[in-house]
Every structure is written in C-alpha cells, then in structure tokens.
Nanobody
Framework: DVQLQASGGGLVQAGGSLRLSCAAS????????LGWFRQAPGKEREAVSS????????VYADPVKGRFTMSSDDAKNTVYLQMNSLKPEDTAVYYC??????????????????WGQGTLVTVSS
C-alpha cells in the first residue's frame, strides 16, 4: 500500500523553527516529485514546496522563500521541510504529496498522485 506519513508538526512561537518529515512507502520514491502543501483554517490549500527526483532541485512558494528548506533522503525514502523564522501566518495543516506524470507513446498523460494525512503547525504570536 502507498503511504505518506507526515510528522513533526506542533506549537511554536513566532520566530521559532520546526522540521517536518514525510516518510514514503509503497511506490518508487525516486520517480516522483515530492512536495508540501498547506491549508490554513478557512483558506484554500496552497503549495509550499517541491523537490525534483531527477536533480534534487527545489521550488518554493513566495511566502516561504528564504525561510523554508526542503530536502530528501533517498536512502530513507523521506523528505523534510525545515521551517525557520516561523510566522503566525504559517499556521496550517501541512500535507506532503507525491506526484508523477507519465506520458505514453500515443501522447496520453497519466498522473499518479498520493497524499499524506497532514500534520498541524501552529505558530503563536
């Protein structure tokens, strides 16, 4: 079975740090883009970051650039999100995901996407 187990959330004061982990199993970890979304109360889910399985390059949403760092440990099939200088507006449930798009010979595309259960991050002011 495919599993994405997110952990590491908690309560932290503004300016503090947390590190989220997402342990993956049940699929070929090195064939998927791994990433994080978050959803704050009453708001839409938004992308936070992602990491490429090909070259390890990362992409970050503007609100977290310079504060969050995503990394991957292929040996452990785990990705991490180091969150520094946390702000109250970072409060949200953070979800990890895995995504892969396959293009067949006839040009058809197939997307395989999996989501973790979410971990709550609360930043107090």
């Amino acid at each position: 079975d495919v599993q994405l187990q997110a952990s590491g959330g908690g309560l932290v004061q503004a300016g503090g740090s947390l590190r989220l982990s997402c342990a993956a199993s049940g699929f070929n970890f090195d064939e998927y883009v791994l990433g994080w979304f978050r959803q704050a109360p009453g708001k839409e889910r938004e992308a936070v970051s992602s990491i490429s399985p090909y070259d390890g390059s990362t992409v970050y949403a503007d609100p977290v650039k310079g504060r969050f760092t995503m990394s991957s440990d292929d040996a452990k099939n785990t990705v991490y999100l180091q969150m520094n200088s946390l702000k109250p507006e970072d409060t949200a449930v953070y979800y990890c995901y895995a995504d892969r798009v396959v293009v067949s010979a006839d040009g058809s595309t197939y997307e395989y996407a999996y989501w973790g259960q979410g971990t709550l991050v609360t930043v107090s002011s």
